[in-house]
């Protein structure tokens, strides 16, 4: 784990405490994800807020008149105090650190699921809830389109990966006919 991450982890579990016991949880990851698709969309935005050379309080001022009525208070103190510490590069680790520990909270997780054609509503559901069964969590797929699978299925959950994909299955059978050839 590098520095930045540590400190993102530091304000991302704080910020969930206080949505936690506050009752506003739900408005926070709004104004997080709100904070997050300005900064991934706007340039000068991001730019603005990412810049070494504006003066703290100028920054502060700029961001409480733009954020004015439309981000409540938990993020736009995080906002200050990153701003404050010199650590605004620091926020899109915070939000994805944030996303964890919310997961975790609520006893989330995610699969990567790669397929060669879209996988369409029942076969999603049956994924869903095959790896439910399995981890005993809530489960959120995430497709992805590959037509290098060729056919069946590649699933990331975590740091483990299924592969039952016909590439992977051709792969094996290729090296087995090597090995018998050898």
Do not use: C, W
């Amino acid at each position: 784990m590098n520095v930045s991450q540590a400190v993102a982890r530091v304000y991302a579990e704080a910020l969930l405490d206080l949505g936690v016991k506050s009752g506003t949880l739900p408005r926070i990851v709004d104004d997080l994800e709100a904070v997050r698709a300005l900064f991934d969309r706007d340039r000068t935005f991001r730019e603005f807020f990412a810049s070494p050379r504006l003066d703290p309080s100028v920054k502060k001022r700029v961001l409480a008149k733009a954020f004015s009525g439309k981000l409540d208070r938990p993020v736009m103190g995080l906002l200050s105090v990153l701003v404050d510490k010199r650590r605004e590069m620091v926020l899109d680790n915070i939000v994805a650190e944030f996303q964890q520990f919310r997961d975790l909270r609520e006893g989330r997780v995610h699969a990567h699921v790669t397929s060669a054609v879209p996988l369409g509503g029942e076969v999603a559901d049956e994924i869903r809830s095959r790896l439910e069964r399995v981890t005993g969590k809530k489960v959120k797929i995430h497709e992805r389109l590959d037509p290098r699978v060729l056919g069946g299925l590649v699933v990331k959950l975590g740091d483990k990966v299924l592969d039952g994909s016909l590439r992977r299955r051709l792969e094996r059978l290729r090296r087995g006919l090597y090995a018998v050839r050898g």
